[in-house]
């Protein structure tokens, strides 16, 4: 059944005219009839008694009603979901990044909030190397990473660099110190990240070409639970700068560079290339770059 023939059904038995009805959908008395018969030759059942001079509907015009209006609300609100998407009313973005990277968002995730409250931001917890998959596996619309995918079919902004920062109590020896040498750490105390990064494969080259011990003494599972631990004076550790740099800028923590140690590292948004994204993530991704 055409859905145009059946609002015609549903503006003649309101109007309990044809000739009206077809004032009121703009067409001619004749293509109102035609619309109602073609109707009726496919159900093989009269819709309208033509006895009556007010537009009497049959039983079985009664019956066909009430699923015509519930068609035709069900287009209506089929189109108004699809402008709320558009007009960001309503929606979700959904993105993937790791302990690190989540660090990145947290400013673009509030300022994104604060124009558009009405978008659900579903940040899902993701191993850095197996984020390209979980896009191309259509798990999430975006993905953080601080590296350039190989993936051909994925795509990569960057958005942002970050660096490694040897953080320490505000009582630590070194604490007044800006810059300090992989040779003045070697007496140190360090907590660590348990999982393997390319952050940790590197800080380990560079203490070991410059004969300096690197003296691990706790590991732990999170990089909250490391910055914890170094507040309260429990030794001295390297971590990405984003993950720190509030407690940095609050003074709970101090944050040195180590001149040998300028591991820049570029944070990329990442999506399936050529992916026809919604109108939420299209929005988060352009935010995103404007505030890179």
Do not use: C, W
Request: hydrophobic content about 45%; glycine content about 4%; proline content about 3%.
């Amino acid at each position: 059944m055409d859905i145009h023939e059946l609002e015609v059904l549903i503006v003649v038995a309101e109007e309990k005219s044809f000739s009206r009805a077809a004032e009121v959908l703009h067409r001619t008395q004749p293509a109102v009839s035609q619309g109602i018969s073609r109707l009726e030759a496919e159900l093989g059942e009269k819709l309208f008694d033509r006895s009556s001079k007010d537009g009497t509907l049959t039983h079985a015009g009664e019956v066909l009603l009430d699923y015509a209006k519930q068609l035709v609300n069900t287009r209506t609100a089929a189109k108004t979901a699809i402008r709320d998407l558009k007009d960001l009313q309503h929606g979700k973005v959904t993105i993937s990044a790791n302990e690190h990277t989540v660090f990145y968002l947290l400013p673009v995730i509030n300022e994104f909030k604060n124009r558009h409250p009405l978008i659900k931001i579903d940040v899902r917890r993701g191993v850095a190397s197996r984020i390209p998959k979980e896009i191309m596996a259509r798990e999430v619309e975006l993905g953080v990473i601080s590296f350039k995918p190989k993936d051909k079919f994925v795509r990569s902004i960057a958005v942002s660099v970050d660096e490694l920062v040897l953080i320490v109590a505000p009582s630590h020896r070194l604490a007044n110190r800006k810059t300090v040498s992989v040779k003045d750490l070697g007496i140190e105390t360090f907590i660590a990240h348990n999982a393997p990064s390319p952050y940790r494969e590197q800080v380990i080259e560079k203490f070991a070409k410059h004969k300096t011990k690197l003296n691990i003494a706790v590991e732990m599972p999170s990089l909250e639970a490391i910055k914890r631990l170094v507040e309260l004076g429990a030794g001295a550790a390297l971590v990405p700068k984003l993950t720190a740099q509030n407690e940095i800028a609050s003074g709970i923590l101090k944050g040195l560079s180590v001149k040998e140690m300028k591991f820049e590292r570029k944070l990329h948004i990442v999506h399936r290339r050529n992916a026809v994204l919604s109108h939420a993530a299209k929005v988060f991704l352009k935010l995103a770059k404007e505030m890179g």
